[in-house]
């Protein structure tokens, strides 16, 4: 259990206009990372929607061919670079210093360039469209990527490096924030799970984002300078260019899960009233994941050549990484067995999110086998298993994390009646869209072409129907968070009853987050043992009875 000494007990309002300015404050940024991100979720949502639209029917009658093929690279490299990979810096941003007692980031100066190089970045890619975006798909894989759009092209080079060095600097900051200011007496086995997760994702990021950067320099000297690293027809190697890109792209996944199974070990013990279930085993993992996330990157090339002992070694490597991610997932379902669960909507996103990440694990392991890589490569069930991955393991954890911390971030709670109805629309939308898309892999659709045989339209239009619940889903979403910021009822300081150290000042915190330096007076996580009883006044009648029930 943790406690301050002192804490801050009253609300701070800020001034929108706060997180328009180049704050130095780690919450500001915080915030103002998860807006921008999710501005960039609506925006690659949409053409997601497109794509979808277009895929409704085997012809192209929605967009050309050259179009859709700018949609979906641009679609990926928003929702990979832009949503996913900025929301969990922007929940690193906000949380650490409040969860390990620090008045702000390391570096607070470059904390706030970190974040300012997102926005021009986004808008550098999106500009693409104005000269012809890049037609390659996400890869980017020469030669096609010399061959076409060469002004898009450049202009994606140049966004991916803006954004992989705001990438570099947040990770610096996570680091050192982490080992260097702790409160006295939070040894690393007392520190929370989130800190772990964040500390794995931050030394991949520092590992593998420089390699892709030299990766684009030298793709970018080729499309401009007419070099030859990667370009065939002047005796350079694509597959060094594969190498190189993979290198960064599959510890990417991690980069992007990490921070959300961080997060959702801090949900489930809160909102199960129960400790943790193998604290020391699943901050590990997360260790062991960073570490086995550097060494699997080939499979992935599977069909591009590589020597069979490599692909042999890849193919076990890739299983084996399925052992780490196993112990979190038993150690969440042992958290929540026997447990006093609540079902509020970041307890149904968390479990959503188990659900959703074992589906795309379960088939992360079959495609880690070589030969049946061999059959579904570059079919939709490569894009089947991508979205159970992301969408299933990062973009529901983003949603968990952000309905538990709001009232701590903004001052109100939100309404968990519309936050349940986004979770039905959202989960059902997930499974409708993407389950069809393994059976359409199976029976040999390739992915990224608009148009298709005829035989595949009835599971295609299944997919753009759970596309549209997902659009529909955004709506609840975004009405329900803008409305209760504004008008919510006030939150209290500990809503859910948590007993990390955020959960100890007011809501939202203070300035330098504590009066007074907090102390650590107990060993980690004790939920529901011990510790202050949550605040259910917020709650109906019938809410606050049943929720009670469940504390005790």
Same mark, same amino acid.
């Given at each position: 259990?943790?406690?301050?000494?002192?804490?801050?007990?009253?609300?701070?309002?800020?001034?929108?206009?706060?997180?328009?300015?180049?704050?130095?404050?780690?919450?500001?940024?915080?915030?103002?990372?998860?807006?921008?991100?999710?501005?960039?979720?609506?925006?690659?949502?949409?053409?997601?929607?497109?794509?979808?639209?277009?895929?409704?029917?085997?012809?192209?009658?929605?967009?050309?061919?050259?179009?859709?093929?700018?949609?979906?690279?641009?679609?990926?490299?928003?929702?990979?670079?832009?949503?996913?990979?900025?929301?969990? +810096?922007?929940?690193?941003?906000?949380?650490?210093?409040?969860?390990?007692?620090?008045?702000?980031?390391?570096?607070?100066?470059?904390?706030?360039?970190?974040?300012?190089?997102?926005?021009?970045?986004?808008?550098?890619?999106?500009?693409?469209?104005?000269?012809?975006?890049?037609?390659?798909?996400?890869?980017?894989?020469?030669?096609?990527?010399?061959?076409?759009?060469?002004?898009?092209?450049?202009?994606?080079?140049?966004?991916?490096?803006?954004?992989?060095?705001?990438?570099?600097?947040?990770?610096?900051?996570?680091?050192?924030?982490?080992?260097?200011?702790?409160?006295?007496?939070?040894?690393?086995?007392?520190?929370?799970?989130?800190?772990? +997760?964040?500390?794995?994702?931050?030394?991949?990021?520092?590992?593998?984002?420089?390699?892709?950067?030299?990766?684009?320099?030298?793709?970018?000297?080729?499309?401009?300078?007419?070099?030859?690293?990667?370009?065939?027809?002047?005796?350079?190697?694509?597959?060094?260019?594969?190498?190189?890109?993979?290198?960064?792209?599959?510890?990417?996944?991690? @980069?992007?899960?990490?921070?959300?199974?961080?997060?959702?070990?801090?949900?489930?013990?809160?909102?199960?009233?129960?400790?943790?279930?193998?604290?020391?085993?699943?901050?590990?993992?997360?260790?062991?994941?960073?570490?086995?996330?550097? @060494?699997?990157?080939?499979?992935?090339?599977?069909?591009?050549?590589?020597?069979?002992?490599?692909?042999?070694?890849?193919?076990?490597?890739?299983?084996?990484?399925?052992?780490?991610?196993?112990?979190?997932?038993?150690?969440?379902?042992?958290?929540?067995?026997?447990?006093?669960?609540?079902?509020?909507?970041?307890?149904?996103?968390?479990?959503?999110?188990?659900?959703?990440?074992?589906?795309?694990?379960?088939?992360?392991?079959?495609?880690?086998?070589?030969?049946?890589?061999?059959?579904?490569?570059?079919?939709?069930?490569?894009?089947?298993?991508?979205?159970?991955?992301?969408?299933?393991?990062?973009?529901?954890?983003?949603?968990?994390?952000?309905?538990?911390?709001?009232?701590?971030?903004?001052?109100?709670?939100?309404?968990?009646?519309?936050?349940?109805?986004?979770?039905?629309?959202?989960? @059902?939308?997930?499974?409708?869209?993407?389950?069809?898309?393994?059976?359409?892999?199976?029976?040999?659709?390739?992915?990224?072409?608009?148009?298709?045989?005829?035989?595949?339209?009835?599971?295609?239009?299944?997919?753009?129907?759970?596309?549209?619940?997902?659009?529909?889903?955004?709506?609840?979403?975004? @009405?329900?968070?803008?409305?209760?910021?504004?008008?919510?009822?006030?939150?209290?300081?500990?809503?859910?009853?948590?007993?990390?150290?955020?959960?100890?000042?007011?809501?939202?915190?203070?300035?330098?987050?504590?009066?007074?330096?907090?102390?650590?007076?107990?060993?980690?996580?004790?939920?529901?043992?011990?510790?202050?009883?949550?605040?259910?006044?917020?709650?109906?009648?019938?809410?606050?009875?049943?929720?009670?029930?469940?504390?005790?």
């Amino acid at each position: 259990m943790t406690a301050p000494t002192a804490t801050a007990h009253h609300h701070e309002e800020r001034l929108w206009w706060h997180f328009f300015t180049f704050s130095t404050d780690h919450k500001v940024i915080g915030i103002q990372y998860l807006v921008t991100s999710f501005l960039f979720y609506f925006i690659g949502g949409s053409l997601a929607g497109v794509i979808r639209t277009e895929l409704a029917t085997p012809a192209s009658d929605v967009v050309s061919p050259e179009l859709y093929n700018q949609l979906f690279t641009v679609h990926a490299t928003v929702m990979i670079f832009l949503w996913i990979v900025p929301a969990g +810096a922007a929940f690193g941003n906000y949380l650490i210093p409040l969860m390990i007692g620090a008045k702000d980031m390391a570096f607070p100066v470059l904390n706030a360039i970190a974040f300012w190089l997102i926005p021009p970045g986004g808008i550098l890619l999106m500009s693409s469209f104005l000269v012809g975006a890049p037609q390659a798909g996400w890869t980017s894989y020469p030669p096609l990527s010399l061959l076409t759009g060469k002004p898009g092209e450049f202009i994606w080079i140049l966004s991916l490096l803006m954004l992989g060095t705001s990438s570099i600097l947040g990770a610096i900051n996570f680091m050192v924030t982490i080992w260097k200011m702790r409160i006295p007496r939070m040894d690393i086995h007392s520190m929370p799970l989130f800190c772990w +997760a964040m500390i794995a994702t931050s030394a991949l990021i520092l590992l593998s984002t420089p390699v892709l950067a030299g990766a684009l320099i030298l793709l970018a000297f080729d499309l401009m300078a007419g070099t030859s690293f990667f370009n065939p027809a002047g005796g350079g190697d694509p597959i060094v260019y594969q190498h190189m890109f993979w290198f960064y792209s599959h510890p990417a996944v991690y @980069i992007m899960i990490l921070p959300f199974f961080g997060a959702l070990s801090e949900i489930l013990p809160v909102h199960a009233r129960k400790p943790i279930f193998g604290y020391r085993a699943i901050a590990y993992s997360s260790l062991i994941i960073s570490f086995l996330g550097l @060494i699997v990157w080939a499979h992935h090339m599977f069909t591009s050549g590589v020597p069979g002992w490599l692909r042999m070694f890849f193919m076990i490597t890739t299983m084996i990484i399925a052992v780490p991610t196993g112990i979190k997932i038993f150690g969440w379902l042992g958290t929540l067995w026997g447990g006093k669960i609540s079902f509020t909507t970041p307890m149904l996103f968390g479990m959503g999110l188990i659900s959703a990440f074992l589906i795309g694990g379960l088939t992360g392991v079959m495609v880690a086998s070589v030969p049946f890589d061999i059959h579904v490569h570059d079919t939709y069930f490569i894009v089947a298993h991508l979205h159970y991955v992301l969408f299933g393991g990062s973009v529901l954890g983003i949603f968990a994390a952000t309905y538990h911390w709001f009232p701590k971030m903004t001052g109100r709670m939100y309404n968990e009646f519309w936050g349940r109805v986004h979770f039905a629309l959202t989960f @059902i939308g997930l499974n409708l869209t993407f389950m069809p898309m393994h059976e359409l892999g199976l029976l040999g659709m390739n992915r990224r072409v608009a148009m298709y045989d005829p035989q595949f339209q009835n599971l295609n239009l299944l997919c753009s129907f759970g596309t549209l619940l997902l659009a529909i889903s955004t709506f609840p979403f975004v @009405i329900n968070m803008v409305w209760s910021w504004l008008k919510g009822p006030q939150a209290a300081n500990n809503p859910w009853g948590g007993l990390t150290l955020e959960w100890q000042t007011s809501s939202p915190p203070s300035i330098e987050n504590f009066d007074e330096l907090p102390v650590m007076t107990s060993g980690p996580y004790d939920y529901g043992l011990g510790g202050k009883k949550a605040d259910f006044s917020f709650l109906k009648p019938k809410q606050r009875v049943m929720a009670a029930s469940a504390e005790k």
